[in-house]
């Protein structure tokens, strides 16, 4: 039997106390406080206390110690930091059941009181850094702590079991599965009788690393060692259950019933049970077990799971107050891997209509699981009804409409999300829309087998009309008619509802194909069924009003209002017909009452239409400066305002640049109009303003090309009010005509507009002043510049009387007729002095167009008198021919011919025409020596070709300089070369070399008239040669003229010929010289060269015998054989 003795004080004697039978611990803290025991006895008696379930009078013995134990023995050190840790770690532990906040906080601050304590007496001790690091771990935030005291144990001591199994603890939390599998295995290997809550943590850890089999193992281990441990039956259950086969859940349900019976208020058990439950649908004990659960705990991960099993148990049931309340609550409690509350809570306010907050919700859903299908399609869903308020609007649609793609593509038969998708694409992508919506109703038809609902029919209709597939649009109308008919039988209701809408739009379909007629009825149907309908007499008035009708127009637009007195549209559309007819005060009251009423009051069309109007009266002509500053200020503050409601309303920023420019700041209005046209390139307002900026600017082309751009733009036709502009830009360019021009055009239009008339007879008189101010215009120009003026000045006249007094001054027109009435009195002077200088200039070119005439006569004179001189030189030269021909018929005489010895075919005659003397004859017998014949190409070049093909020149032979003639060597006739050789004199003096003999015609032409040794023979034998020479020349050229006549050509050889008549008539002064003997005309051989004609003999009085002009005078013709052997003698 177990026993502890008390010392008492001051004897030898002690106190027994039998452990099992203890008494009263008020009885025992009494001895121990009057014998001043030491520490240890109380430390013994507390723990004793504590096993036998005396908590209290634990608490006492260890709170009394401090001031009552006797501490002055060796050890008391450590026994005091015993005593402090245990009274600390049962502190914890009730902390740790506490259920009230302050009281659990208050018994954290007593066990960190005491661990300090102890830390003051003894700081490395492994059971107090265990103590304190176990501490640490309740507490929740100071993990890191705990981490450290861990690993400071483990430093000391790695094989400790409690640090091992707090470290594995830390790393289950920290989610690192893996080691703290690891720390696990450790403390099992380290203590293989380990308690099952060893097995229990490595069970967990295998479930969250997916080893289910193992923790399954894990978890049976556990049952074995402890039957009624409830972490290991709930384990077990939730694999039974996972497995979601009947008898794996049937097992599942039995051990969670187990666990209940072992535990009832177990948390873990209590939820798990109420999810069994709300699956076999007893919403009661699911809500009993999970509001039991949730005040039976004070882990927040337990209270976020007993909150949602209680909310979607409300929610089934239909109570979404309760249900809203226990999902926003369990979202507070959830981590935020616990999605599922943020799921249930985002449909809670898509209930509510809070289609923000519900965003938020699915978003933070989507966060944790990316690819969720449900979740991408809602979000999508509710991206696509949003209104189209901004950028942040547009942001999120395009992410709808990501959403929406992966959704269709991971499901491409989901015809919901198609359909959604379409209504996201109707706002950007009307193509894209119309394919989503082609896809469902394919997938619709195709797999579903199931009808197109007549409202997918109305859609695709609606954007065929966009697009404006008017006829398309017209069959998917009259389809979805036809297919609400049908379905009408089901649900009347929504199915004549669905019809009105269609049928409307029908009504607005033939409008646009400008059929009023079926458009009428069809809006006169719906009324006679709905007579409430008032977009239907908003349309009918519409459509008179485009017929021109206004005051049909306004008694539909009443009708509407006698339904509904405070429609926003039908008000606007009669504030639209006053401003129309610039009734500015009836038209700004219209779109006042649509402010004043609390429902519009932030109605943006209204508010810029009161900016409008406040504009529009700034164009009228006043001298109230206040007044025109005050209208700026209202507009500016209109505009301002509708930005403020709409930041990108187009209109509005339009409006305030306006109201800039007219204040002066034309280079902010400039930025303004800039962007606003980088915005949209479709408002024409913009363009004009722009254009107007550049006016006031200066920048006049720049201005007139905005302008021009602005009519191809935006009109087909001409606009009066932009012809206007662009004849005033043009004014201010001073480009008159081209402004002229403008205005003509503009008045082909509006011919009654008074300002356009003024306009123009204030350009014809500018035109006027500028033509009669030139002093060089012209009398035309000057004429039509006077009659523009008088034009100008009965406009003016008529516009003083007559004019619009409300668009500008008549006492203005009456000045500026006056001013027209004294430039036409000064015009005469003008007339005047352009007629004068006309009379002027026309007799100018009067006298210049004769001195043109004379001077082209004298020429044709000039001409005229050339060609009949050159007629009659022409004539004159015939003449001369004629009678050179008749003076020297009787010269060529045929002489007998003497038979030729037959030598040798195809030997060519000598070359040249001259006759030799017999003396000469010898002489070229001795040169003439066998040669080789060679082809010769050139007898004026003299080229030959050498062995290798190369083509040289052979050197000239140059004569001496008493010949100058350049006359070749004669060849030798066949009976010459066949004579025998003379022999040469010895005795001759002056003997020649050969290249002299060359040279040399004849002797008797070599010799001298100073020798006078010569006896009369040989001088008379001089002159016979020569006259024979004569002779010879003469009849080479008869010879050629005879050649020329029989060939026709004598136009084309004149020059030829004329040269030839020359030496004719040269020759022919001579004929009395020569004797009448034979004349032996040789034969000219085919190709060859005409000899030049020579002089009968070198004297003073033969003309054309110049020494050095002989060869100039050569006449060089190839003669062909046949022709020529007609002339042959």
Known sequence: MASVEIPLKDTDEVIELDLDQLPDGEEVLGILKQENAPLQTWITLGLEYYKQGKVDDFVKIFESWQNDANCSYAGSDKD???????????????????????????????????????????????????????FFLLEGDKMDQADAQFNFVLNQDASNIPALLGKACISFNRKDYRGALAYYKKALRTNPNCPAAVRLGMGHCFMKLGKFEKARLAFVRAMALDSKSVGTLVGLAVLELNSKEADSIKNGVQLLSKAYTIDSGNPMVLNHLANHFFFKKDYNKVQHLALHAFHGTENESIQA?????????????????????????????????????????????????????????????????????????????????????????????????????????????????????????????????????????????????????????????????????????????????????????????YYSAISVTTTYNLGRLNEAMCRYDKAEKHYKTLLGDHPNYIDCYLRLGCIARDRGQIYEASDWFKEALSINQDHPDAWTLIGNLHLAKQEWGPGQKKFERIIKQPSTQNDTYSLLALGNVWLQTLYQPTRDKEKEKRHQDRALMMYKQVLRLDKRNLYAANGVGSILAMKGFMREARDIFSQVREATADVCDVWLNLAHIYVEQRQYISAIQMYENCIKKFYKHHNVEVLLYLARAYFKAGKLRECKYSLLKARRVSPHDSVLLYNLALVLQRIATSVLKDEKSNLKTVLSAVSELETAQNYFTYLSKAGDRMRFDLNKAASEARQCSDLLNQAQYHVRRARKQDEEERSIRQKQEEERSALRQKIQQEELAKKQAEEQKTQEMLAKRAQFIEKTKNILILPEMKAEKKGRKGKRPAKDGEIYSEESESENEERAKPKKKKRRKSDDEGEVQDKKGKKRKRPRKRKDDDDEDDEPAPRKSRKERRAPKPKRAKESSDQLTAAQRRKVKSKAMVSS???????????????????????????????????????NSVPAMENRRHHLLRHVDASAADLHQIPQTVMIAEPVERNEMIPPLRSPVLTETTPMTTRGKSRSSLVRNRVKDQEMNKHRM
Not at 1014 to 1039: A, F, P, S, W
């Open 80 to 134: 005091q930091m015993t005593a402090l840790d245990t009274l600390a770690a049962y502190y914890v532990q009730q902390a740790r059941k506490e259920k009230n906040k302050e009281r659990k906080k208050d018994l954290f601050t007593q066990a960190t009181l005491l661990y300090t304590m102890a830390d003051k007496i003894i700081m490395y001790d492994q059971n107090h850094l265990l103590g304190r690091a176990c």
């Open 305 to 493: 799971e007993s909150c949602y099993q209680l909310a979607r148990s409300f929610h089934v049931q239909g109570d979404f107050d309760q249900a809203f309340q226990y999902y926003y609550q369990s979202t507070q409690f959830a981590s935020s891997q616990f999605v599922l509350p943020h799921f249930g809570l985002g449909q809670m306010y898509i209930y509510r209509g809070d289609t923000e907050n519900a965003s938020q919700c699915f978003e933070k859903v989507l966060k944790a699981q990316p690819g969720n299908y449900e979740t991408m399609k809602i979000l999508g869903s509710l991206y696509a009804s949003l209104k189209d308020e901004g950028k942040e609007d547009d942001v999120k649609r395009e992410t709808a409409k990501g959403y929406l793609q992966k959704v269709v593509d991971q499901f491409p038969d989901d015809v919901e999300a198609w359909i959604e998708l379409a209504q996201i694409l109707e706002i950007t992508d009307v193509q894209g829309a119309l394919s989503a919506y082609g896809t469902a109703t394919r997938i619709l038809k195709d797999k579903v087998q199931a009808e197109i609902p007549p409202e997918i029919l109305n859609n695709v209709g609606a954007l065929h009309y966009r697009l404006g597939n008017l006829q398309e649009s017209k069959r998917y109308y009259e389809a979805s008619l036809e297919r609400s008919r049908s379905e009408s039988r089901h649900d009347e209701t």
């Open 1009 to 1047: 008239s100073d020798s006078e040794s010569n006896d009369d023979d040989d001088e008379k034998l001089k002159i016979v040669e020569e006259e024979y020479r004569g002779v010879k020349r003469i009849t080479g050229m008869m010879r050629m003229l005879t050649f020329l006549l029989s060939q």
